[in-house]
């Protein structure tokens, strides 16, 4: 059946490109839809990847950086700033012990990839960082009935960081500061999951790989021959996520003649070798 390709099209200069029904959703719930639980929570789902599936309340709790902007503050993710694992757990380790009498847990599998765990869930509406990096912060701010219990914890949080030695001995080799935390992404793994339309997912981000793990699907990060290898005989997914980080792959990716089927928004296309043809020369273009 061929490799079923999903690449956020609106990213690419192409005309196609604003006419996706799915234009207005966040990456997180993009594959969401396309591993048919569009409504569950990204935290729990994501740490299936990180730290393993669990009943547990979890919130993605990942480190930043936010910086001063002439009229606003910018927020900045954890790859733009080369976080060792030492680092992430002696952050990790104050945090605990700082909010120890509130039951809190915080936890760090990755560098750049943070959990807390809580036993209730919180009352509030978050966005996801795919949505905030870059942006300016007034407009992403948690909504909800506890939003002023979460910024004040917020703004606790960000002290604690200002004054922890990582930051100084960070600064100190002229790297930027881990001076917050993203809170977003809150929840419980669903009961079940759903019937999945895939037999194996290809792909580099921790949600659809903790998405295939929880359906109890075979992935692999993004390999090329895995793929080639894969590729003709299953309904395998691709998710390409069209960062700096991956250009290499899809280069790679495109100086092969794979079948496949590209799922565009809400739509499943069979595209011609013609069609096929000329969303390469797109790709080339925006790399």
């Known amino acids: ?52 599936c669990d009943e547990g309340v979890y919130l993605c709790a990942d480190p930043v950086y936010l910086h001063p902007d002439r009229h606003c503050l910018r927020l900045f993710d954890a790859p733009h700033l080369a976080i060792e694992l030492a680092e992430a757990a002696a952050v990790v380790q104050g945090l605990n012990q700082l909010y120890r009498a509130e039951g809190w847990q915080f936890s760090a599998p990755t560098a750049e990839r943070w959990y807390l ?11 996801s960082l795919s949505e905030v990096k870059g ?23 960000q002290m604690f960081l200002h004054q922890h030695p990582v930051n100084d001995q960070r600064q100190a080799r002229g790297l930027k500061p881990i001076n917050s935390l993203w809170f977003w992404g809150a929840g419980r793994l669903p009961d079940k999951p759903p019937p999945s339309h895939w037999t194996a997912v290809f792909a580099a981000d921790a949600l659809s790989l903790g998405l295939a793990q929880w359906q109890g699907l075979p992935y692999q990060t993004i390999d090329m021959d895995r793929i080639l290898q894969t590729a003709p005989n299953s309904p395998a997914l691709l998710w390409i996520d069209l960062s700096y980080r991956d250009r290499v792959f899809v280069q790679n990716l495109l100086a092969h003649s794979v079948a496949t089927t590209v799922i565009d928004g809400q739509r499943r296309l069979s595209w011609p070798p013609s069609r096929w043809q000329q969303w390469r020369q797109t790709l080339r273009g925006f790399l």
Not at 144 to 153: I, K, V, Y
């Open 1 to 52: 059946m061929g490799l079923h390709i999903y690449a956020p099209l609106w990213d690419l200069p192409d005309k196609h490109s604003r006419q996706s029904p799915w234009r207005n959703l966040s990456q997180e719930q993009t594959i969401l839809q396309l591993f048919a639980c569009p409504n569950a929570a990204v935290a729990p789902l994501r740490r299936c990847f990180d730290g393993g």
């Open 117 to 127: 765990q809580l036993t209730d869930l919180p009352k509030i509406s978050t966005y």
């Open 135 to 157: 942006d300016d912060l007034r407009h992403w701010l948690p909504k909800g009935q506890e939003c002023l219990f979460w910024q004040q914890r917020w703004n606790e949080i």
